[in-house]
């Protein structure tokens, strides 16, 4: 692993571009897991729960993203393991799916114009053997591309035609999986291995090993704006190391760090870019979470950039209303940013200037979710 300049000394809070001041909690739907998020159309938010393969369907005030209703159906199946969600370009306002139990992806239509009505499946691509246990799907031209973290391969299946299907072995476990912007090498994180999955145009794979030094556990990984593919660690039982990554075109990592009390030892699971304004780069949100460690922090750190993504500029640590709630996902939504916890709550971040009616009748819909035995991610 090659050394950066990024590492930074401590930094207090700011009120950077992008930086969240307020937090609002809003309990979901009853389900021993809740997982991905993502946002199909304007005002609408879906949520998987693997426990009972339903998509919670949220409806959001469009100016400020505070949550108004939520219904929750179920798709395909109660024992689905319904798990990753993803937008699809191919298929305007549609929903890539997941169902980790059945082996199988779905394309939905979210019903976007009836916030009651349970999601369509349009289509069942079923995953080929010996791939099996598909976790995270993403939309690449026509390939979608799978991480399947129970039999430990990466898969590429045609979405027009799906018996056009390649299927890759990996070590232990594929997580997350993306597409470089500017290689075209295709990224899986081995959060098992602490390793990073590497296909090339060529067909070779590798895997690059991360510094033990940096830390351990990947799980989140994403394209990033600036061209780059970028992923965070989430540790161990003694909690994290404030460690994320971004793998240049070439294959080489380039590591960062948080820094201050709160940021050197965070946990980090998830991570999601904003958008840039005024040619500055994109505030970065990075998800810290309990999900490996009961020593560690839920909450999101929300990272601005020196230009060209060299250094931090700045860092704000947000924590969750609920403590050891287990954060799973970060969302930026251009008016605030939401997180799912595994502990069956919405989360919304919004700066202080947003007036948020937390009286709503939202919350006295649902119980609130309450702690339970530690999940898969």
């Not at 739907?29 to 393969?53: D, F, R, W, Y």
Request: hydrophobic share 40%.
């Amino acid at each position: 692993m090659t050394t950066s300049s990024s590492e930074q000394p401590p930094s207090a809070p700011t009120s950077g571009r992008g930086s969240p001041k307020v937090v609002a909690e809003y309990p979901l739907p009853g389900a021993k897991q809740t997982h991905e998020l993502v946002s199909p159309a304007p005002g609408l938010l879906l949520i998987s729960q693997q426990t009972n393969g339903c998509i919670v369907k949220v409806s959001l005030d469009p100016a400020t993203s505070r949550p108004l209703s939520a219904v929750a159906s179920v798709v395909s199946s109660q024992w689905s393991g319904l798990h990753g969600l993803s937008l699809s370009t191919a298929y305007p306002g549609m929903v890539w799916a997941t169902v980790q139990f059945e082996s199988a992806l779905l394309l939905l239509d979210p019903v976007a114009g009836d916030p009651s009505a349970p999601p369509r499946v349009v289509k069942r691509i079923p995953i080929p053997q010996p791939a099996a246990g598909p976790h995270v799907v993403i939309e690449h031209g026509d390939l979608l591309w799978v991480s399947c973290k129970d039999s430990g391969h990466v898969v590429s299946i045609n979405h027009v035609d799906p018996s056009v299907h390649a299927v890759y072995p990996t070590s232990p476990r594929p997580i997350f999986v993306a597409v470089h912007p500017t290689s075209g090498d295709v990224y899986a994180s081995l959060d098992q291995s602490s390793r990073i999955f590497r296909l090339q145009a060529d067909g070779k794979s590798t895997e690059l090993a991360i510094d033990p030094s940096l830390g351990t556990t990947p799980v989140g990984l994403v394209a990033g704006p600036d061209g780059n593919v970028w992923f965070v660690l989430l540790g161990g039982a003694s909690g994290g190391t404030g460690a994320f990554a971004r793998i240049e075109a070439n294959g080489t990592l380039t590591p960062f760090r948080l820094r201050g009390m709160l940021g050197q030892s965070a946990a980090l699971i998830h991570l999601a870019f904003g958008q840039a304004q005024a040619q500055q780069p994109a505030p970065l949100y990075l998800l810290g979470s309990t999900m490996g460690s009961m020593a560690a922090l839920d909450a999101v750190h929300v990272v601005t950039f020196d230009p060209g993504y060299a250094s931090v500029a700045s860092l704000q640590t947000v924590a969750t209303a609920t403590p050891m709630c287990m954060t799973h996902r970060v969302l930026p939504t251009g008016s605030g940013v939401l997180v799912t916890s595994m502990a069956c709550a919405l989360t919304l971040l919004i700066p202080s200037s947003t007036v948020v009616d937390q009286n709503s009748d939202f919350f006295s819909d649902f119980g609130v979710g309450l702690p339970f035995p530690r999940a898969s991610y």
